[in-house]
């Protein structure tokens, strides 16, 4: 590290415009990445006619931290806490992707005990993911008592997962071949609990706004999208249901215990604002109703395959016996040899496809990690939704995405 | 859990796409003009070809027209230092009909590491395809916006390239006084 900064030769500006004023009585403006609506993290160039958004270039990256170098250092176990801060919102489902990943790798097949407790507190984290989304676009509106109500229920999940995992956001919950620990004793109680909260404030919540003349003008026919122009553009997840196309990972290409669960896909009919407020209420309700079920179905047993290769031994054994001692020096030192080859899995996260790519060269280490993030995707389309509306509409367009900042930026 | 659909897709690859009469189509021999595509398999559920660049728009054109391949997933780079050639950009194509993926690989090497774009079929490959430039300083021909967008203007450097170290520094944008009439 040299004492003297290198200094670049002066240039006008770190980002580059797509395009400048068309016409004279047009104006370019900057919106973010300074700006509570874009999340802090994205920059959005509007050419404005007045108040019309005529077109838009949106720019992304105020974020990034070199997620993929960063893991092409550190052993396949030691990457499980970045994982968790690619989406900071459903965390869990990003530690069961990447888990899942390495898995398919080594050829292991997780316990039933893991596969149900995945599914459902991927399903936990996804009902938290859709309250933080749906709770920042209405308090974008002004609704702050439906944000209030929202962020409650959020907030005591998060003290519920804190119980399990020991912390409220980051969890770092999924290891390769299982989970870091066993479910507390009474855990099971207060879910419970925390599920009839919900309901009683989701209701208060659906009686505020569904037919609320404010957030239906608001709402209602911005931002649409057609189903061919997002899967032209990419879209996943809710926005692309939102349009009509009932596409789910959990129903058409099942992973973990999704084949063995009753639950719907729910699709709008616009494709618009409201349309993604609606989708994502209803899959809060179709994630609430399956973690019942899957509270019926968890089997008793153990939570980590019996191989040698990524689990770590017991404690106690560790300090008794040489073979425990060495493995676990060995996994600690080296990291879990992952036999070459490379894979590519994708869960639905609470955002669209959250896919990882994997490449080993049979160390302990990574070749490579890429992450499919939809948020990232998600940006390079945006501008379908921005253009031609209001310059107000792109806060609740740009809501409705629930793009973060964590997985688009990498 | 093997598709159907992959066993069409090889074959209709195998018809139209390789034009030579080689004997034996499953021996896996070296990509060439007359040979530009070969299928590795379904390795773990996703079917793999590797192609050379000069077919890559008529593969995936093909993939999206005929196999309703409607959903561009992902481009993305491996670095492999030390071979040639030296970069393999992978492809993921998903199918919402038939709920599968198909991964398209191709070599190109470190002196003129140009691929086709794909923006033409596809227009979620502009973003990606751009995170791929800055990644990894791969060219998309026929893609025009090529700007920085995970990174910046006047960064230098591919860092994802495995020659790229941790630590490198990188020149920093100078501080630009606010302008404009309202800052005093």
Request: charge should be negative; hydrophobic fraction near 40%; aromatic fraction near 10%.
């Amino acid at each position: 590290m040299s004492a003297d900064p290198v200094l670049l030769p002066p240039i006008a500006n770190p980002v580059r415009a797509a395009f400048g004023p068309s016409r004279d009585d047009t104006v370019v403006v900057n919106i973010g990445p300074s700006h509570p609506a874009t999340h802090g993290t994205v920059q959005i160039i509007a050419e404005l006619d007045g108040e019309k958004v005529l077109r838009t270039d949106v720019h992304c990256g105020y974020l990034h931290r070199g997620f993929e170098k960063e893991c092409e250092d550190h052993t396949w176990h030691n990457l499980i806490p970045y994982v968790d801060r690619l989406n900071y919102c459903s965390a869990l489902i990003n530690n069961f992707a990447y888990c899942e990943g390495v898995e398919q790798l080594m050829g292991i097949e997780i316990t039933p005990r893991t596969k149900y407790l995945r599914t459902l507190l991927s399903e936990y984290s996804r009902v938290a993911d859709h309250l933080t989304c749906v709770a920042a676009s209405l308090m974008e509106l002004g609704a702050m008592t439906a944000f209030l109500y929202l962020v409650t229920v959020r907030d005591a999940m998060y003290e519920h997962l804190a119980a399990l995992t020991g912390a409220r956001v980051t969890y770092s919950y999924g290891r390769i071949g299982g989970l870091a620990a066993d479910v507390p004793e009474g855990w099971f109680t207060r879910l419970h609990e925390i599920l009839r909260d919900y309901e009683r404030y989701v209701e208060r919540v659906h009686g505020l706004v569904d037919r609320n003349r404010i957030f239906i003008d608001r709402m209602r026919r911005v931002g649409t999208l057609t189903t061919a122009d997002a899967l032209h553009w990419g879209f996943t997840g809710p926005v692309l249901r939102s349009t009509g196309a009932k596409q789910d990972l959990r129903k058409d290409t099942p992973y973990l215990a999704y084949a063995e669960l009753d639950f719907e896909v729910p699709v709008g009919i616009l494709g618009d604002n409201y349309d993604r407020y609606f989708v994502r209420m209803r899959e809060m309700d179709e994630s609430v109703y399956m973690i019942r079920q899957l509270m019926e179905m968890i089997p008793e047993g153990p939570i980590n395959v019996d191989d040698r290769r990524c689990v770590f031994p017991e404690k106690t054994l560790v300090y008794s016996e040489i073979e425990s001692l060495i493995n676990h020096f060995k996994l600690v030192m080296e990291g879990p040899v992952v036999p070459a080859g490379d894979a590519y899995v994708a869960h639905e996260g609470a955002n669209g496809e959250l896919g990882f790519y994997l490449v080993s060269t049979g160390e302990g280490v990574p070749y490579k990690v890429h992450v499919r993030s939809p948020s990232f995707v998600h940006m390079g389309g945006a501008h379908r939704m921005l253009d031609g509306y209001q310059l107000a509409d792109i806060v609740t367009s740009f809501g409705s995405i629930n793009m973060i900042g964590g997985e688009c930026d990498r | 859990m093997t598709a159907p659909i992959f066993a069409d897709v090889e074959q209709t690859l195998r018809q139209q796409m390789v034009t030579d009469t080689a004997p034996n189509d499953e021996t896996p021999g070296p990509l060439s003009p007359s040979r530009p595509v070969r299928s590795m398999g379904v390795r773990h559920g996703i079917l793999v070809l590797e192609l050379l660049p000069e077919a890559l728009l008529a593969v995936a054109r093909r993939l999206r027209d005929t196999f309703s391949f409607d959903l561009f997933l992902d481009v993305t780079a491996v670095d492999w230092l030390g071979q040639t050639p030296r970069f393999e950009v992978v492809y993921h194509f998903y199918s919402s009909t038939h709920h599968v993926r198909v991964r398209l690989k191709l070599r190109v090497d470190e002196s003129h590491p140009v691929v086709p774009s794909l923006t033409s079929l596809y227009g979620s490959a502009g973003y990606m395809e751009r995170e791929c430039h800055d990644m990894y300083g791969i060219g998309f021909e026929g893609n025009a916006d090529l700007r920085p967008i995970l990174l910046y203007e006047g960064f230098v450097g591919h860092p994802l390239r495995k020659d790229y170290p941790k630590q490198q520094e990188q020149p920093l944008v100078p501080y630009r006084p606010p302008q404009g009439a309202l800052v005093r």
